[in-house]
Nanobody
Framework: QERFVESGGGLVQSGGSLRLSCTATRNTFGIYTMAWYRQAPGKQHELVAGIRDIESTTYADFAKGRFTISRDNAKSTVYLRTSDLRPEDTAVYYC?????????????WGQGTQVTVSP
């Protein structure tokens, strides 16, 4: 099991932006396929975006054009830059290792980072 620490969430107004960060605790991060997921109240986790390498990324339809996933293997960190946030983006955002190409989460969930978007 790998462990990740998510940060960067907060309260923003509709149309605002946030950059979420997720850092792994082990130095084998570079070989992982990584993904961001989110869980809104009363709903299941859903894939937001995934990255295998710079040429292999995927985005949920709701994230296309607004969110960008990237990674810095030297820092064992994956980022999710969000823009044009909407109230329906309110959720706890988690990162996780992901299967490829299925993008299913592989490890237990961490504490996540809360994103709240006000109208």
């Amino acid at each position: 099991q790998e462990r990740f620490v998510e940060s960067g969430g907060g309260l923003v107004q509709s149309g605002g932006s946030l950059r979420l960060s997720c850092t792994a605790t082990r130095n084998t991060f570079g070989i992982y396929t990584m993904a961001w997921y989110r869980q809104a109240p009363g709903k299941q986790h859903e894939l937001v975006a995934g990255i295998r390498d710079i040429e292999s990324t995927t985005y949920a339809d709701f994230a296309k054009g607004r969110f960008t996933i990237s990674r810095d293997n030297a820092k064992s960190t994956v980022y999710l830059r969000t823009s044009d946030l909407r109230p329906e983006d309110t959720a706890v955002y988690y990162c996780n290792r992901a299967s490829y190409p299925g993008w299913a989460p592989r490890d237990s969930w961490g504490q996540g980072t809360q994103v709240t978007v006000s109208p």
